[in-house]
């Protein structure tokens, strides 16, 4: 795994990102916190999460086709830029106690709409910072693990900056980090030419689309992973209310269980990492839904602070798993032509459970309690498991199949 790094563009660009990201969910846990601080509601909560997520839900699959038409490197430059620009702009209005409600609305949407098109940029950009192809298993699974390790390091970062400097610091902190990115960016020399013909740009997401629904390796996927990630998300959404009710330890509490979250994704990340071959990745896929479910059962019995914090540690692990899971798959099943396309419709699934689940997450903490949220949406996720499971269980045989030796008596 460790052969990626010998890549010079890679290296470059998991430094540049890495700080970056670590930043960026210093941003997100403020965010989060001062969003349920202006609400003090669940239901609210809820809302206004799946009201700011919408821009990207609604331009992702444009915004693939998009992406595959123009030079990622340079896209990749301008989007970093007007993230910075963002933070800093948060941080100010922050600073001088200028954050209203309708402010964090404008501002997450904006979030939103950017982040649609820079997710498919870095998904596709990857496979292009690689000359050695046998590599680019790992690349995918290192560049996961790089974005889940800054996960378990950036919420906890920012639990203690608001505690002891309030939490403008934490945005402007956040903009300085988007100059690593840019740095990076800036140095990386690829070689091959990106043509910037392609279809237009309807045209282009209906067909991506339609190739991903006449390919079973690519569907089910994605289509298990958006069931399972939406029954997730209702319960994720909630992180700054358990923080609050349960564990009784404000803004720290919430940077702690979204590190033992993102301390949980990187071993998911990394045992997924290990795993090669498509054929032992798809059964670690459901496996991983299935821990997900129980954990988040044991998470609606949980009723200790400590006990919490291990059971994020847990659902870190799971979802992550699954998340990495199917983006190898995905990543290793379609040509670089169809990469931002098919790509963009993964992160529409990530990014269109996140409204779903938070609204449906507000809605079950407003009228059945926090914990029995909790419940439902763990026999949910086993219930979907069970669903797809004959499906997967199709896709394996085939894939065995196809990898026995040549000459082998089927």
Same mark, same amino acid.
């Given at each position: 795994?460790?052969? /990626?790094?010998?890549?010079?563009? @890679?290296?470059? =660009?998991?430094?540049?990102?890495?700080?970056?990201?670590? *930043?960026? #969910?210093? %941003?997100?846990?403020? =965010?989060?916190?001062?969003? @349920?601080?202006?609400?003090?509601?669940?239901?609210?909560?809820?809302?206004?999460?799946?009201?700011?997520?919408?821009?990207?839900?609604?331009?992702?699959?444009?915004?693939?086709?998009?992406?595959?038409?123009?030079?990622?490197?340079?896209?990749?430059?301008? +989007? %970093?830029?007007?993230? &910075?620009?963002?933070?800093?702009?948060?941080?100010?209005?922050?600073?001088?106690?200028?954050?209203?409600?309708?402010?964090?609305?404008?501002?997450?949407?904006?979030?939103?709409?950017?982040?649609?098109?820079?997710?498919?940029?870095?998904?596709?950009?990857?496979?292009?910072?690689?000359?050695?192809?046998?590599?680019?298993?790992?690349?995918?699974?290192?560049?996961?693990?790089?974005?889940?390790?800054?996960?378990?390091?950036?919420?906890?970062?920012?639990?203690?900056? &608001?505690?002891?400097?309030?939490?403008?610091?934490?945005?402007?902190?956040?903009?300085?980090?988007?100059?690593?990115?840019?740095?990076?960016?800036?140095?990386?020399?690829?070689?091959?030419?990106?043509?910037?013909?392609?279809?237009?740009?309807?045209?282009?997401?209906?067909?991506?689309?339609?190739?991903?629904?006449?390919?079973?390796?690519?569907?089910?996927?994605?289509?298990?992973? +958006?069931?399972?990630?939406? $029954?997730?998300?209702? /319960?994720?959404?909630?992180?700054?209310?358990? $923080?609050?009710?349960?564990? *009784?330890?404000?803004?720290?509490?919430?940077?702690?269980?979204?590190?033992?979250?993102?301390?949980?994704?990187? /071993?998911?990340?990394?045992? /997924?990492?290990?795993?090669?071959?498509?054929?032992?990745?798809?059964?670690?896929?459901?496996?991983?839904?299935?821990?997900?479910?129980?954990?988040?059962?044991?998470?609606?019995?949980?009723?200790?602070? #400590?006990?919490?914090?291990?059971?994020?540690?847990?659902?870190?692990?799971?979802?992550?798993? %699954? *998340?990495?899971?199917?983006?190898?798959?995905?990543?290793? *099943?379609?040509?670089?032509?169809?990469?931002?396309?098919?790509?963009?419709?993964?992160?529409? $699934?990530? =990014?269109?459970?996140?409204?779903?689940?938070?609204?449906?997450?507000?809605?079950?903490?407003?009228?059945?309690?926090?914990?029995?949220?909790?419940?439902?949406?763990?026999?949910?996720?086993?219930?979907?498991?069970?669903?797809?499971?004959?499906?997967?269980?199709?896709?394996?045989?085939?894939?065995?199949?196809?990898?026995?030796?040549?000459?082998?008596?089927?």
């Amino acid at each position: 795994m460790l052969s /990626v790094f010998r890549e010079r563009n @890679y290296s470059l =660009f998991f430094t540049g990102q890495g700080l970056s990201l670590i *930043g960026s #969910w210093i %941003q997100s846990t403020t =965010f989060n916190w001062l969003l @349920y601080q202006l609400t003090d509601s669940a239901l609210q909560l809820g809302y206004l999460t799946a009201l700011m997520n919408l821009p990207a839900l609604l331009l992702l699959p444009l915004a693939g086709s998009l992406v595959d038409r123009f030079d990622r490197r340079r896209l990749l430059l301008v +989007l %970093q830029s007007l993230f &910075m620009v963002q933070a800093l702009i948060l941080g100010v209005i922050t600073h001088f106690e200028l954050l209203t409600l309708p402010l964090v609305v404008v501002m997450g949407c904006i979030q939103s709409l950017l982040t649609a098109f820079d997710g498919p940029a870095r998904q596709a950009i990857v496979p292009r910072l690689v000359h050695d192809k046998a590599t680019l298993p790992a690349a995918i699974s290192v560049n996961s693990m790089l974005f889940n390790s800054a996960r378990a390091i950036g919420p906890p970062i920012a639990g203690w900056l &608001m505690a002891q400097l309030g939490p403008a610091p934490c945005f402007l902190l956040n903009a300085l980090s988007y100059l690593f990115m840019l740095a990076a960016l800036v140095l990386i020399r690829l070689s091959e030419p990106v043509s910037s013909m392609g279809p237009r740009p309807s045209r282009g997401a209906l067909r991506n689309l339609g190739f991903i629904l006449a390919t079973p390796t690519l569907r089910y996927p994605i289509f298990s992973y +958006l069931s399972v990630a939406v $029954a997730t998300m209702s /319960v994720y959404v909630l992180l700054p209310v358990w $923080a609050h009710e349960v564990m *009784g330890a404000g803004a720290q509490g919430l940077g702690w269980l979204m590190g033992g979250i993102g301390a949980g994704a990187l /071993v998911g990340a990394l045992v /997924v990492g290990l795993q090669r071959r498509p054929e032992r990745l798809w059964p670690l896929f459901r496996q991983a839904a299935v821990l997900l479910g129980l954990s988040l059962i044991l998470l609606s019995l949980s009723t200790h602070a #400590w006990v919490v914090g291990g059971v994020t540690l847990m659902l870190g692990m799971a979802y992550i798993a %699954q *998340g990495v899971a199917a983006n190898t798959l995905l990543q290793l *099943g379609i040509d670089d032509e169809h990469r931002a396309g098919v790509m963009a419709f993964y992160l529409l $699934a990530a =990014f269109g459970s996140i409204p779903i689940g938070n609204l449906l997450g507000g809605w079950l903490a407003q009228w059945l309690g926090l914990h029995q949220a909790a419940l439902v949406s763990g026999v949910a996720v086993l219930g979907i498991t069970a669903l797809f499971w004959p499906t997967s269980n199709r896709v394996i045989a085939s894939l065995e199949r196809e990898a026995e030796p040549a000459g082998a008596v089927v």
